[in-house]
Nanobody, 118 residues
Framework: QVQLVESGGGLVQAGDSLRLSCAAS????????MGWVRQAPGKEREFVAH????????YYSDSVKGRFTISRDNAKSTVYLQMNSLKPEDTAIYYC???????????WGQGTQVTVSS
């Protein structure tokens, strides 16, 4: 079964950077679209980024475009989210997911907490 384990979160100051990782197992990683979503306290889960199975296409929400970069290493079955110029509004639990298409990305991991102080 799909298993996803996120890591790399932490407490940083506004303007800092973090890189999240998501280690995948239980499925053929190179065949799946991977994605990140986030959920802040009291808010609904929000799309952050998707990356195609080959890695040649990336999609971002307007709120992170230009600051975040999604990438993947199919040899390591890992997807990354490089987050630069962090803002307090980026504070949330970040989850990674997998799907055969962008519309089916799910099976979320346990999440990793990102807290950005002002």
């Amino acid at each position: 079964q799909v298993q996803l384990v996120e890591s790399g979160g932490g407490l940083v100051q506004a303007g800092d950077s973090l890189r999240l990782s998501c280690a995948a197992s239980g499925f053929v990683f190179r065949n799946y679209v991977m994605g990140w979503v986030r959920q802040a306290p009291g808010k609904e889960r929000e799309f952050v980024a998707h990356i195609s199975n080959s890695g040649n296409m990336q999609y971002y929400s307007d709120s992170v475009k230009g600051r975040f970069t999604i990438s993947r290493d199919n040899a390591k079955s890992t997807v990354y989210l490089q987050m630069n110029s962090l803002k307090p509004e980026d504070t949330a639990i970040y989850y990674c997911g997998a799907g055969r298409t962008r519309g089916t990305v799910g099976s979320w991991g346990q999440g990793t907490q990102v807290t950005v102080s002002s």
